[in-house]
């Protein structure tokens, strides 16, 4: 049975947080020595793990996995999306990792080898360029990166065989991430989330107040753990929100693809939900009705339903529904 934080502990938390929120993190600024970085790797970084696992488990469910034997982590922080996809694809052979931090490399390079001696690890050159078979991994730095590491990253990102890309699930973070889709939409085939290869619905003008964006849930481990309450009273936040958005990528073709996805939190009203449904048509707002769809009322009310659906509708209702 695990220990509560020391009061120590959770200020050195709170630390971590304000330098996130007041934006002096620059440079790599969040971790200030390897106890920091420590107590970062099993709070918020383990939290973005439980985003990677979500992400993870739908490509399972979609039957994908990566060709690559190359994982390239930009931004790796303490390497917490690496390890988790290391773990997920055991034919990884090579993890480069970079950050901005160079003690954040070091403690990610110590947790790799640790928990996975047979990978071989390095750091990534000053200026690096991607191989073939490489997958490129990217967590949690959109809303971190100046327009020129931006640039690099776009560049990076061009030369991958694949892409796992996740980020928070906030309008702007996600909104940021449709675009990254765009712009590398003619290069490279689209795996997940979305249901179709075809522009961005998200990003036309009238649905400017949508973001695509997804939630999993808070491990049952986790909500055993005292830890976890502790941390979220002393921090006041609700760390069980976990909100993400996400892109799957790879340069090799896909069969077509054409179908429905539900984006957001659908919002259960009088014997029926309100869905947010991007199309190859576009991102439209839609009603599913008990009577018309009971097997999708339930699963929705549930937060069961699957990634995607053929679906027909009729006057901004849902018709027929069948998992794809």
Known sequence: MST???????????????RFLDGSNAGGGYWQNDEELALYDTTFAERIGWKWDAVLRELVARSWAPRSTR??????????????????????????LA????????????????????????????????????LLVVSHVLNELPAEAH????????????ILWVEAGTHADSRMLSG?????????????PCPHSEACGI??????RHWCHFFTS?????????????????????????PYSFLAMQKAELPPRDGAR?????????????????????????CAQKRDVPELFKSLRKRTHAPAYRIASEGGKITTAAEL
Not at 102 to 125: C, G, K, Y
Not at 203 to 208: D, F, K, M, S
Request: charged share 25%; with cysteine.
């Open 180 to 192: 990254v889709r765009e712009a590398l939409r003619g290069q490279f085939s689209i795996v997940a």
């Open 151 to 162: 640039a690099r990253l776009m560049i990076l990102a061009s030369q991958a065989s694949e």
């Open 71 to 96: 994982v390239f982590d930009f931004g790796c922080g303490s390497g917490v999306a690496s390890r988790r996809v290391v773990e997920a694809y055991p034919g990884m052979r090579e993890v480069v």
């Open 262 to 286: 539900f984006i957001g939190t659908p919002v259960e009203k009088n014997g029926h939900f309100e869905v947010l449904a991007c199309e190859a048509c576009g991102v439209c707002e839609l």
């Open 218 to 242: 808070f491990p049952s481990h986790a909500a055993q753990d005292a830890r976890w309450s502790q941390l979220g009273r002393e921090l006041g936040i609700d760390l069980r929100a976990l």
């Open 99 to 134: 950050d901005v931090s160079a003690r954040a490399m070091s403690f990610a390079e110590r947790r790799m080898r640790t928990d996975f001696p047979a990978v071989t690890v390095s750091f990534a050159e000053s200026t690096p360029s991607l191989p073939p078979d490489t």
């Open 203 to 208: 990003l036309a003008l009238e649905n400017e």
């Open 4 to 18: 509560g934080f020391s009061n120590r502990e959770i200020a050195v938390l709170n630390r971590i947080r304000s």
